[in-house]
């Protein structure tokens, strides 16, 4: 399975676990210890994230990103609810309906906007409409961002700040899906406070897998009082895993040591270096690279020689108003930047053939 | 966390992962794979758990028993169904309403029994009342059974053959929970297709995480014409892992070699035995103990003693028409022999004092 | 279709309107009026509610009892929640599960009790099981109770103060399904206030279709604050009438001049002349005769008799302990007394013969 | 209430109920008749609407428009699935999420395109982008078109060809919501089969409250195969009426000597003049006036002086490129050309003040 040069970047998810991971692993699996979450390593999560998020909170693993998705709003919303999202939103195009099915059909009500981001105003007049037409339309009930976003792209604090503002003005909680939460963090170079509660976030999808985890993610709750709703929520989804250390090991590890901002900068560091390469090749970047994605419109006889050369990459939809063909590259925290050479010498290579 | 002898009886779901487990976990630590489930356990496992069924089939890993019985029975029913199940079945009880959540409201019809069983003629009678009441109530929609029961009893070929046979006759497909499946099949002495779907059984939620697994369980599909529908509803639920590898690779060590059935006997066999030892001193079985799991009546006095010396046990409300107080031991594959005959003698003791 | 004397006692959901109803829909016939509520019907109406009980009150009108009972139970209550009632209750065997399917698949608990009642001290004792099981148990969220009952029973004041009592000591709110309210108001003596938020009842399913209206059903909510949320559910549910005028109209006519307590004395009044009837015929009543139906073990040879003169009523499955065959009985507003003679000579042949 | 000359444009559903719609339910009000549906005039009505539809058919009456939506699509659609239709379409904008939440949290794929038309290409992509992208994506499951739309045109049967083609090649049965059906078919003045399953729809929502009826809108099933299902649906959705009659009534009197087609003629002459006589006053048409409704852009000053006369309708949003300000005007079954007449006139003397 292993390949020297690395020439999958396809994504991130399809990275093989750190070693901390599975150390963290071992050391969980002695004896029996109380399920359904009453075990140490739960306990210590839970003291773990207070301390990195500095501020009371609930922290709920769970094992995927959908599922933290899906368990946060519907915990934030009822099913008559409309939940603002970027139109390219992971919740939106990639989930296959989760937070339609775990909120009971709230409806989400996706906004445009360049980058992946979306803007105060954007809620402002979307919530403006929907109170005009009442009963007959979804009310407003959250906003969610995407942190890193699905451009690539990092929400600075300012626009944080002015989202989670317009939200609360109109009595809509703020969730941040955070599968890339992590790269968000390096970009922003701020504390994980900083980056959420301090601006106004009230839940956070935290995400471990892309970034080193075996399966791990967790619902971040900055009002711990709405924990029981979504804990119940989770038992209910299938969620509840009977031997929880494994899970909560993980997290532990994910956040001990600053595993996750190691890695997480690593891979940042790559896509800028990706990026800056491609760029002196004709690579025209669909978005500024802030976290590991790189969106590019690359010659499509270069694209088709990277790929006879071996490499593997998603073909993506150009954003509105953008000629394509764009092409997506992820880097990863188990890449090095041997990798990213060779990539950019096979396409000097392509490029001057 | 360990101990010697071991004193914790609440559950199996309360022990650590077999060291086959970790090994199978690093051994498929190498490299990226695929991600969703294109990689090449996920593949082998389809192939292997055909070999050990012997028939053409699909098996859909997820996390938890809950996940799995709650997305099969939801690929079976419309939510205008009625599914009839024991009254104390894990799904109606234990569940916190997964399967109502699942199928979108379909309502679980429990059916008293002994020993934790239901009979083909309860299903026939309330598929009668059910035809009857026409549109007003919930219209017969499938049969699922825990096997081994949540008494620990397991049911015999011909009581399936009766039940599905009776399932069938009225349109009905026949889920089987088998949380405790490996633990059924040791007991029944047969292959895990005589078991299965010889006698009718079309789907099965075949458990591995309280017989050594970290966290592995899969629904298993003997029509495999099902499986796009409910691969859907796995992704809707936050049930697809992005690194597939490490469910499939569990599953896969766990059908290997026969290990979940050595795990299995093991278990049963120290249930056995801790049933007689308690018997000699005054329990009373409240079901024959087919699996690993005693429930039995003990002296008030003793059950205090026991718990004095450290012994931890649940206590479990009495089936009808059964004066208690009874409480529930569970063995697991990770106990040894010493440990019973631990037990037993600090239960003589208490007994003798 | 009219038939003198009267020989169908199946439901009183089989009878005409009044002519009270038909006059109000002429009377609200005449030139636009503003859609969806906004209009004067239906403002009066929540004048006239609140004065006829006494308080500040929302009314949401709806078109069938099934969607008054789901929509209030689902305001209620969150999607993990359990709701205890009567195991014979409406809610649970005759509406095709719609309490699950509004409530996002909440679960119904049922309860056994004598003539179609449940009594505080079981409610006491559901909650607390389901409080040990925790997570994994559907959480205790509300209690409703059919006024008159299942069994043509009705709940007495002092029986009305233990359950609600009991069940705001644990946090639960209080549903009536009152598809006979009326009938169970004629029974009481009382005045409405007296029979439903006095005694603890929050939300109250009035019913008005079974009692003279063509289709008029209303959700009576004590706590005004919830009718935002309900009412979106409402329309949501596709059950806000663009033209509601037309609902709003029956009901008024239906709470005007005490229409509802007339029909429903005198349904009553012709239920205990049928049931002391019978009895001198042999006939042994299930449960006391309170509002307008009739529970009754008859002869066999008398039932088929009555059949044979054409008489059409429905068998009945006997209640827990109770030897059959029953057979209900429902007399209704529009019935009078010579249709009951009718019947009781008849019987009365039938058994001389 | 009533008012002359009318001065009420804002919609048809202001309208009271016609004449013959009283009539009906006074002659379908005698004695007791079975209840939910196995009444005669249900039984007719499906007579009836066989002969109108010339062919087989189930036809199952609603109280509401979104009732019969939403029951339809959830009839026809998984909870996984995708529903395209219009971006501006009823389902997707003003049933406050109606079909997420009858189907479980199937998900409503808003498409743009001029006039509130969708076009046959653009399902073919919009259905190859959701297959590519796997179990990630809601899967394609049914088209649903307004006819006439929401901008008052209607689909020629070259279109609907087109369309239907497209979706049966895919897969994908179509829906056809026809809130204003009779308005459309007058526009085609084709018969009800050739602007239905002629075409290619398999489901039609035939409304009858906006054209004159009190509250009565039906699901028409060209496949009846599917009623079954649909019928239990509206059982738990709360929409089976006890005194089903009273609904079966409006709907024969709507179809019966043409009613239906005499009233959408009428509407949509008076339309018709109505966006001509605004021409001449420099009013500039959204869209084709096919149906009963007028969206205009008018002087702001002419806009503000009706209203100062007493006039009385919407402002509307532009649609995408086209500036505004827009007005909605709508005709009904109960105006008069002089109605008409009389808004013109009041314009051409603002026009010219």
């Not at 306990?43 to 922290?59: D, G, H, K, P, Q």
């Not at 402002?124 to 979804?138: D, I, L, S, T, W």
Request: net charge negative.
């Amino acid at each position: 399975m292993s390949e020297r040069p690395r020439r999958t970047f396809t994504s991130d998810n399809v990275t093989a676990a750190a070693p901390e991971m599975l150390e963290a692993l071992a050391a969980a699996n002695t004896g029996p210890v109380p399920s359904y979450g009453a075990d140490p390593y739960t306990e210590r999560l839970t003291s773990r994230a207070r301390e990195v998020f500095e501020c009371e909170l609930a922290i709920v693993p769970v094992t995927t990103g959908t599922a933290a998705n899906a368990l946060a709003l519907a915990t934030l919303v009822p099913p008559y609810g409309g939940i603002y999202c970027h139109e390219t939103a992971h919740v939106m195009t990639d989930e296959c309906g989760a937070p339609e099915f775990y909120s009971g059909g709230a409806k989400l009500l996706g906004l445009p906007g360049e980058g992946g981001k979306i803007a105060a105003e954007q809620v402002a007049e979307a919530v403006a409409f929907a109170r005009a037409m009442g009963v007959h339309h979804v009310q407003p009930a959250a906003v969610t961002l995407s942190q890193a976003t699905e451009w690539g792209t990092v929400y600075r604090l300012g626009e944080l700040d002015a989202l989670c503002a317009t939200a609360h003005r109109h009595g809509l909680p703020v969730h941040m899906d955070g599968a890339r939460f992590a790269n968000a963090l390096a970009c922003l170079g701020c504390s994980p406070a900083e980056a959420t509660w301090k601006r106004g976030v009230d839940a956070l999808s935290l995400g471990a897998t892309k970034n080193g985890a075996l399966a791990a993610e967790a619902v971040v709750l900055f009002d711990p009082a709405l924990a029981p709703a979504l804990e119940l929520r989770r038992k209910r989804g299938g969620h509840l895993w009977s031997k929880m250390r494994y899970l909560s090991a993980q997290l532990l590890a994910y956040l001990d040591a600053d595993l996750w901002l190691r890695h997480a900068r690593h891979a940042n560091a790559l896509a800028t270096r990706l990026a800056s390469g491609l760029a002196t090749l004709g690579g025209s970047l669909v978005a500024p690279v802030d976290a590991n994605e790189v969106f590019v419109t690359l010659p499509a006889a270069l694209i088709a020689g990277l790929r006879a050369d071996g490499y593997d990459f998603y073909d993506w939809p150009a954003p509105r108003g953008h000629a394509g063909p764009v092409i997506r590259l992820v880097t990863a925290y188990d890449m090095s930047p041997a990798d990213i050479e060779a990539l950019l010498a096979a396409a000097r290579a392509r490029a001057a053939g």
